[in-house]
């Protein structure tokens, strides 16, 4: 997905994913401020409701880089980082800046 959908597309994705008992992952790209808030609020809704989610922001830009700690401070059941030189996604931290981050 090339953007972070609207808010209200977002809670059917987990709603029906707890329906089923099972865990969600939400992984986005966040070109601005707006797009986080958007993950941030996701997040906050699920933990209210007694939800583990893993949310994420994904991009090449510092704002999706920034949401991985500010997501993973918030309650994000699991962030993503690279070892080594190797990336699963554009753009992530790497292990040892993102743990460096989240402890700060």
Known sequence: MEMTPPLAALLQVADAAAAKGAACK????????????????????????????????????ETARRSRVELGRAGSYFVYAKHGAHESAPGQPGLDWLAAQLRA
Not at 32 to 44: H, K, S, T, Y
């Open 26 to 61: 939400v992984a986005t790209v966040t070109k601005d401020a707006g797009d986080v808030a958007i993950l941030a609020a996701l997040l906050e809704s699920q933990l209210r409701a007694g939800r583990r989610l893993a949310v994420m922001g994904m991009g090449e830009n």
